[in-house]
């Protein structure tokens, strides 16, 4: 059997699954399979597809009709500029996290905290970005640190990476020009409504802090103080709903010149706050 021929008939599986998205996921899928960059695919659909290539899309075919994520089953996300490696253990990321990359980057930063890193997707684009920077990432997990320390040594990066497992600020020393986090923040009300791919297989730690998912905020909202720079900023990415709420929370604990910036479908998605600079001082501007 040619590729071509498999891939359609893994689509029409993959669509009587329920799957949206299943020729493209399908095709993804058949790329990983098959050993291929996934903008090459269409050059190899002609070939004849081995016994092996047939039972490892045959395997991704079930695991995606099972709703497990694309990126986990492929173990790779392309994420900013960059490919970052993808598990159980870590959030998938998502193209609009990309916003709150785009706006710590508007502005050079010497030393950047990562809270919550994950796979370090965050972290790691905006070093890549901004080569005269250093950067921590923490985690409470010691397998999604792991993930995170494979991506930095893939792009590079691991000399100016420290990867520590703390509580948000519990186990971190020394101070910082910015800080940013994409932290849990689903609602637990919210929690049964998500899609499967998500609810289903991502960390339950990574999406939900429990409660009314602003738990997180109000812990980084009172530790970012002390471990920033006068002038720094801290950039944090927020639910739909969630804007106003962040912004209280930074408001109540000093920060000045707060704004809230909208995705592409016009959904409050990242919260920037910063820290007042010293009157007459040179901290950050």
């Not at 291929?36 to 070939?47: I, K, Q, S, Y």
């Not at 969630?242 to 920060?255: D, H, K, R, T």
Request: overall charge negative; proline content about 5%; some cysteine.
């Amino acid at each position: 059997m040619r590729a071509q021929e498999s891939l359609v008939l893994g689509t029409r599986a993959l669509n009587a699954a329920g799957i949206e998205g299943a020729a493209g996921d399908a095709r993804r899928l058949m790329a990983h399979a098959l050993g291929v960059a996934p903008e090459r695919l269409t050059m190899a659909l002609g070939d004849e597809i081995t016994a092996d290539q047939q039972a490892a899309f045959d395997a991704a075919l079930a695991a995606r009709a099972a709703h497990q994520p694309v990126a986990q089953i492929t173990g790779r996300r392309r994420f900013w500029r960059h490919e970052f490696r993808v598990t159980r253990d870590t959030l998938d990321p998502r193209p609009e996290t990309e916003l709150l990359v785009a706006a710590a980057l508007e502005e050079p930063f010497a030393r950047v905290i990562d809270l919550g890193t994950g796979t370090g997707c965050i972290l790691l684009s905006l070093l890549a970005d901004m080569p005269f920077a250093t950067g921590t990432g923490t985690d409470l997990s010691e397998a999604a640190l792991a993930v995170a320390g494979e991506n930095a040594a893939a792009l590079g990066l691991a000399a100016r990476v420290r990867l520590l497992r703390s509580d948000w600020f519990a186990g971190v020393s020394g101070v910082f020009d910015l800080i940013v986090s994409n932290p849990p923040y689903i609602a637990e009300a919210e929690m049964a409504g998500l899609a499967p791919e998500v609810r289903d297989w991502e960390p339950r730690g990574a999406l939900t802090p429990g409660g009314d998912g602003l738990d997180a905020y109000r812990a980084l909202a009172r530790g970012a103080g002390a471990r920033l720079l006068p002038g720094g900023r801290v950039l944090f990415e927020i639910g739909p709903t969630q804007g106003a709420a962040v912004s209280e929370l930074l408001a109540a604990q000093g920060f000045e010149r707060i704004e809230i910036r909208r995705d592409l479908d016009g959904r409050d998605r990242v919260v920037i706050g910063r820290k007042p600079a010293q009157e007459g001082g040179c901290g950050c501007v």
